[in-house]
């Protein structure tokens, strides 16, 4: 019965916001049903995949679709999801980094490269604090890894007291 109210919410959820199905599916798996992270993050893309083939030709015939900024998306989004699959990074190995390093130093990541530590580096622009606040006042989430700033807070200390043993 649980799966049958999670599935209609995040239905509701994804037709009037367009938000769901990463954001909102893949977490509610793995909480509330104990879902493997892998098999979750590929239930809820199959999920939203069914769902879309209804919402989006209602949104398309309402005209509130903008074919322009679609088509470079997916210019830049198929052969990235076809990398993506190929690979096989599933989202296990993204949060160990089995097989993708972050550093914040692009020296370092040339000298990786440079050495065949690592095969390639991806060097991006910084995020700035007005795109992490415009996201966050959108009620979205950012990738992993996106949002690095300096100085960084010493949050131990501010969230655990210094009198005592740190909770468990």
Same mark, same amino acid.
């Given at each position: 019965?649980?799966?049958?109210?999670?599935?209609?919410?995040?239905?509701?959820?994804?037709?009037?916001?367009?938000?769901?199905? &990463?954001?909102?599916?893949?977490?509610?798996?793995?909480?509330?049903?104990?879902?493997?992270?892998?098999?979750?993050?590929?239930?809820?893309? #199959?999920?939203?995949?069914?769902? =879309?083939?209804?919402?989006?030709?209602?949104?398309?015939?309402? =005209?509130?679709?903008?074919?322009?900024?679609?088509?470079?998306?997916?210019? &830049?989004?198929?052969? &990235?999801?076809?990398? &993506?699959?190929?690979?096989?990074?599933?989202?296990? #190995?993204?949060?160990?980094?089995?097989?993708?390093?972050?550093?914040?130093?692009?020296?370092?990541?040339?000298?990786?490269?440079?050495?065949?530590?690592?095969?390639?580096?991806?060097?991006?622009? %910084? !995020? =700035?604090?007005?795109?992490?606040?415009?996201?966050?006042?959108?009620?979205?989430?950012? %990738?992993?890894?996106? !949002?690095?700033?300096? %100085? =960084?807070?010493?949050?131990?200390?501010?969230?655990?007291?210094?009198?005592?043993?740190?909770?468990?």
């Amino acid at each position: 019965m649980l799966h049958l109210l999670i599935g209609f919410v995040i239905a509701v959820i994804i037709a009037l916001t367009g938000v769901g199905a &990463g954001v909102v599916t893949a977490p509610l798996l793995i909480l509330f049903l104990h879902v493997p992270v892998e098999i979750a993050v590929s239930t809820a893309l #199959a999920y939203a995949a069914i769902v =879309k083939l209804i919402v989006v030709p209602v949104q398309m015939a309402r =005209k509130q679709v903008s074919y322009r900024i679609l088509g470079w998306m997916l210019l &830049g989004g198929v052969p &990235g999801v076809i990398l &993506g699959s190929l690979l096989g990074i599933d989202a296990a #190995a993204l949060a160990d980094q089995s097989f993708l390093a972050y550093t914040h130093v692009t020296a370092e990541a040339l000298s990786r490269v440079a050495t065949g530590e690592v095969q390639a580096a991806f060097l991006m622009n %910084p !995020t =700035k604090v007005e795109e992490v606040l415009a996201v966050c006042e959108a009620g979205l989430v950012l %990738p992993q890894k996106s !949002t690095y700033f300096q %100085p =960084k807070l010493a949050t131990g200390l501010l969230m655990y007291g210094l009198d005592g043993p740190a909770p468990r």
